[in-house]
């Protein structure tokens, strides 16, 4: 019994240091960039040696891997939540530009898949993958939405539904990098609403 209840700690541990080495990493990708931390950088505020954050993620492409893979499990379930509301279109569309932040919001960290694309050239095939993944999902998730919104009626826009998609996540990823430059935190806010007014 005691050599079970010392393995089941040890394992409760290691997801922990896991979890924590993850939201430390996340953090410090989405605000600097990924290729401008290092494991050292993740063992100062987690508090472990850089050997056991080997031990998680051998190489840095391992913990590149993981991150973007947690990051679209999150946007599904979000954009899962959202289509769940049982809001009216236009209102699911905002609930999802909000995930770009609010106007009283400071933009500290950029999207995940953004920051990455911009390593883009650096990284690997597979992480690579990954990021075209996350875009395409909140693309078609978009294209359906504004599908159900044109058949109902609630959205007056001609426009293709796709290319509409494409459009929102194109400006709305834009706009936050924009709004950090300017220190402007309004500034995907205000590329909603003038989508919202192409869309009715």
Same mark, same amino acid.
């Given at each position: 019994? +005691?050599?079970?209840?010392?393995? *089941?700690? $040890?394992?409760?541990?290691?997801?922990?240091?896991?979890?924590?080495?993850?939201?430390?990493?996340?953090?410090?990708?989405?605000?600097?960039?990924?290729?401008?931390? $290092?494991?050292? =950088?993740?063992?100062?505020?987690?508090?472990?040696?850089?050997?056991?954050?080997?031990?998680?993620?051998?190489?840095?492409?391992?913990?590149?891997?993981?991150?973007?893979?947690?990051?679209?499990?999150?946007?599904?379930?979000?954009?899962?939540?959202?289509?769940? $509301?049982?809001?009216?279109?236009?209102?699911?569309?905002?609930?999802?530009?909000?995930? +770009?932040?609010?106007?009283?919001?400071?933009?500290?960290?950029?999207?995940?898949?953004?920051?990455?694309?911009?390593?883009? =050239?650096?990284?690997? *095939?597979?992480?690579? *993958?990954?990021?075209?993944?996350?875009?395409?999902?909140?693309?078609?998730?978009?294209? %359906?939405?504004?599908?159900?919104?044109?058949? $109902?009626?609630?959205?007056?826009?001609?426009?293709?539904?796709?290319?509409?998609?494409?459009?929102?996540? =194109? %400006?709305?990823?834009?706009?936050?990098?924009?709004?950090?430059?300017?220190?402007?935190?309004?500034?995907?806010?205000?590329?909603?609403?003038?989508?919202? %007014?192409?869309?009715?």
């Amino acid at each position: 019994m +005691f050599a079970m209840t010392k393995m *089941t700690s $040890s394992t409760s541990k290691a997801i922990d240091h896991r979890s924590k080495i993850l939201q430390v990493a996340m953090r410090l990708a989405r605000t600097r960039g990924f290729n401008a931390f $290092s494991y050292r =950088d993740i063992q100062a505020e987690v508090g472990i040696k850089t050997a056991s954050i080997h031990y998680h993620f051998p190489t840095k492409k391992d913990l590149g891997l993981a991150l973007m893979t947690q990051y679209i499990q999150e946007n599904e379930q979000l954009l899962a939540d959202i289509a769940q $509301s049982n809001q009216s279109y236009l209102a699911q569309f905002r609930a999802y530009t909000q995930l +770009f932040g609010k106007d009283d919001d400071s933009v500290q960290e950029l999207c995940l898949a953004g920051m990455l694309a911009s390593d883009v =050239d650096t990284l690997t *095939t597979e992480l690579e *993958t990954l990021i075209q993944k996350f875009f395409v999902q909140s693309e078609a998730w978009l294209t %359906a939405l504004f599908t159900a919104g044109q058949q $109902s009626g609630e959205f007056k826009s001609t426009f293709e539904p796709s290319s509409i998609a494409r459009l929102a996540v =194109d %400006a709305l990823e834009g706009a936050l990098s924009t709004a950090r430059v300017f220190h402007k935190p309004q500034r995907p806010m205000q590329v909603a609403q003038a989508l919202e %007014a192409l869309l009715i």
